[in-house]
């Protein structure tokens, strides 16, 4: 007999309620989850997963990517007495000021700015004048008053002066000052206009010999610019010379290949204090040398000479002279703790089958030096020694360099190398020896000009460089001591700019030293490189498989809701219908 379940109505009612009040739970619990994971969860993940970025000058760098130099340059003019009247000195121009502009491309341009002080000469310099040598003379002028670093005085003398030769106007001695003679189309009685005028031209020219030429500041650019093809003598000498470095280390070698022949003895260190330090010492303000020496025995050249019958001797042609220095840097060794360039120069003694050994030049003709130089790596001495004994002689020979002759070239060759070469002299020039230092202080004052420029040049390159790089990959970690780095190379910078403007050689080149350092510190950071090859598709690969177990029932749960809201809506908009 089939009997009928009755359900009461009340238990009905409170499943009804009890299974409402699970859902309402249900969503109260999903909707819980995911404003705790959209408010907290993600706010944290994203601030803990970010990658920090310092805050860098972008405004800044961005101004110095487009770079206006402006060089200013003051010389002092001196009328000695003769070369104007008494009514002209009274007309006598305080100062006048020349400016000259350039504009090498399209980020980059060069203003020239000359300061030009005239005034008569004083009794004392009246005195130094007299002196019987323009090399008396320009001593004579320096112990009365020396000039600033940058700076030059221009000595005009009468066309009557004995200091100079019959076909010399101008002479420039080993300090800051220079001669020039008054021209004979000029005399005392013209007007002072005229005077000026020819003088002008004459002036321009001594302050390109002694400061600056367009063409030393546009080799000096070169890191920035690309140079014009026309200026192949500037193209050279910059390809020639070593990049503008804190330091540099200097190895002196003695390569004696036949120790059994040759005993050698080199009296290296005192060569260097008497003819290598006074150099270094008075380039102490562009860098720091540290220098030191060997001997290399066994050591050959790599190349094998051709002997010439005609002239009883070994040679070298220019073509070999590249392949004698592979095999021997080989041996040569280098400073590991060290990351400045290295300048080598050897003395290469030829064994006593290949003696006597010269080298060619490319008209075949014997070289007077008997070396070269290779650009931005060194030079090559040979040295022979056949004709300090004779063929009765019992070997091995005990042998004494020359240390003033070696001295002598390679002094000439650490001076190319580092970029101490003065521009080819106008005709009517005369150009007094650099002396016991090796270097004068107007060659000074060039080198520093060119290598201020440089090292700016060299560092608005690297900071703009790093700067599109990081904006370019987000990723890379940008730490507050990179950041005080950029920061220092941009105020250095821009110190350096305005000290260049002003005429302050000495602080414009140590700040520029100071804005290549931290520049290059920035962009050769180790910390750079810690995300640089993590993209973002491994991330995805990484959080994925994190964040999708978890996200798949939040969103499914929130979609529910939301398809219950709809549904809810719409059966109250039924009933009311």
Same mark, same amino acid.
Request: proline content about 5%; glycine content about 4%; charged content about 25%.
């Given at each position: 007999?089939?009997?009928?379940?009755?359900?009461?109505?009340? #238990?009905?009612?409170?499943?009804?309620?009890?299974?409402?009040?699970?859902?309402?739970?249900?969503?109260?619990?999903?909707?819980?989850?995911?404003?705790?994971?959209? $408010?907290?969860?993600?706010?944290?993940?994203?601030?803990?997963?970010?990658? !920090?970025?310092?805050?860098? +000058?972008?405004?800044?760098?961005?101004? @110095?990517?487009?770079?206006?130099?402006? @060089?200013?340059?003051?010389?002092?003019?001196?009328?000695?007495?003769?070369?104007?009247?008494?009514?002209?000195?009274?007309?006598? +121009?305080?100062?006048?000021?020349?400016? &000259?502009? %350039?504009?090498?491309?399209?980020?980059?341009?060069?203003?020239?700015?000359?300061?030009?002080?005239?005034?008569?000469?004083?009794?004392? &310099?009246?005195?130094?004048?007299?002196?019987?040598?323009?090399?008396?003379?320009? @001593?004579?002028? %320096?112990?009365?008053?020396? #000039?600033?670093?940058?700076?030059? $005085?221009? !000595?005009?003398?009468?066309?009557?002066?004995?200091?100079?030769?019959?076909?010399?106007? $101008?002479?420039?001695?080993?300090?800051?000052?220079?001669?020039?003679?008054?021209?004979?189309?000029?005399?005392?009685?013209?007007?002072?206009?005229?005077?000026?005028? %020819?003088?002008?031209?004459?002036?321009?020219?001594?302050?390109?010999?002694?400061?600056?030429?367009?063409?030393?500041?546009?080799?000096?650019?070169?890191?920035? $610019?690309?140079?014009?093809?026309?200026?192949? &003598?500037?193209?050279?000498?910059?390809?020639?010379?070593?990049?503008?470095?804190?330091?540099?280390?200097?190895t002196f070698s003695l390569l004696n290949p036949d120790p059994k022949s040759h005993r050698l003895h080199w009296d290296i260190e005192g060569a260097v204090q008497t003819y290598i330090q006074p150099l270094l010492t008075k380039l102490a303000s562009v860098a720091n040398f540290s220098i030191d020496s060997q001997t290399l025995y066994y050591a050959m050249l790599g190349v094998n000479p051709r002997f010439d019958s005609s002239l009883g001797a070994y040679t070298l042609n220019p073509d070999s002279l590249a392949h004698m220095i592979n095999p021997v840097e080989a041996r040569l060794g280098s400073n590991a703790a060290s990351s400045n360039p290295v300048l080598n120069f050897l003395l290469y003694v030829p064994d006593a089958q290949h003696s006597p050994l010269h080298i060619h030049n490319s008209k075949k003709q014997e070289v007077p030096t008997n070396a070269f130089h290779s650009p931005r790596w060194g030079g090559i001495m040979v040295y022979n020694v056949e004709g300090f004994y004779g063929p009765e002689a019992v070997f091995p020979v005990d042998l004494n360099i020359n240390m003033a002759k070696v001295m002598g070239v390679f002094l000439a060759q650490l001076r190319l190398l580092l970029g101490v070469q003065s521009s080819t002299t106008p005709s009517g020039f005369l150009v007094a020896p650099c002396g016991s230092t090796g270097l004068a202080d107007w060659e000074l004052d060039r080198l520093m000009w060119s290598r201020s420029v440089e090292n700016v040049a060299t560092a608005t390159t690297t900071i703009t460089s790093l700067a599109q790089l990081l904006d370019q990959i987000g990723n890379i970690v940008i730490n507050d001591n990179i950041a005080e780095q950029v920061s220092n190379a941009v105020t250095a910078l821009q110190l350096a700019v305005a000290e260049l403007e002003s005429g302050n050689l000495r602080f414009a080149l140590q700040y520029s030293k100071e804005a290549i350092l931290a520049s290059e510190r920035a962009f050769f950071d180790p910390s750079l490189l810690h995300l640089l090859y993590f993209p973002d598709d491994q991330k995805f690969a990484i959080y994925i498989p994190l964040f999708l177990p978890m996200c798949v029932p939040i969103l499914l749960s929130l979609l529910k809701i939301v398809s219950d809201a709809r549904q809810k809506r719409r059966e109250k908009q039924a009933k009311k219908d």
């Open positions: 007999m089939y009997t009928a379940k009755q359900t009461h109505p009340f #238990s009905s009612l409170t499943e009804m309620a009890t299974a409402e009040v699970e859902r309402r739970r249900g969503q109260l619990a999903a909707l819980s989850i995911a404003v705790v994971v959209i $408010v907290v969860g993600v706010p944290l993940w994203w601030k803990t997963t970010e990658t !920090y970025r310092a805050w860098l +000058p972008v405004s800044q760098i961005n101004e @110095l990517s487009n770079l206006q130099l402006q @060089l200013s340059a003051d010389v002092e003019v001196v009328f000695a007495r003769g070369t104007i009247t008494p009514e002209q000195q009274k007309k006598v +121009p305080l100062a006048r000021t020349q400016e &000259e502009e %350039h504009t090498v491309d399209g980020d980059t341009g060069l203003r020239y700015r000359y300061e030009t002080r005239y005034r008569t000469a004083t009794i004392m &310099e009246e005195d130094a004048l007299d002196q019987p040598t323009a090399a008396e003379a320009d @001593l004579s002028l %320096h112990t009365l008053s020396e #000039s600033p670093c940058g700076s030059l $005085v221009v !000595y005009v003398i009468p066309e009557s002066s004995s200091l100079l030769p019959q076909d010399v106007d $101008v002479y420039i001695g080993q300090r800051r000052t220079a001669l020039l003679r008054i021209g004979a189309q000029i005399r005392v009685g013209k007007t002072l206009d005229l005077l000026l005028a %020819h003088l002008e031209p004459r002036i321009k020219q001594v302050l390109q010999v002694m400061s600056f030429s367009h063409s030393d500041i546009t080799a000096a650019l070169s890191d920035r $610019v690309r140079l014009s093809p026309g200026n192949k &003598e500037s193209i050279a000498d910059s390809m020639r010379t070593f990049k503008s470095s804190p330091g540099y280390e200097i």
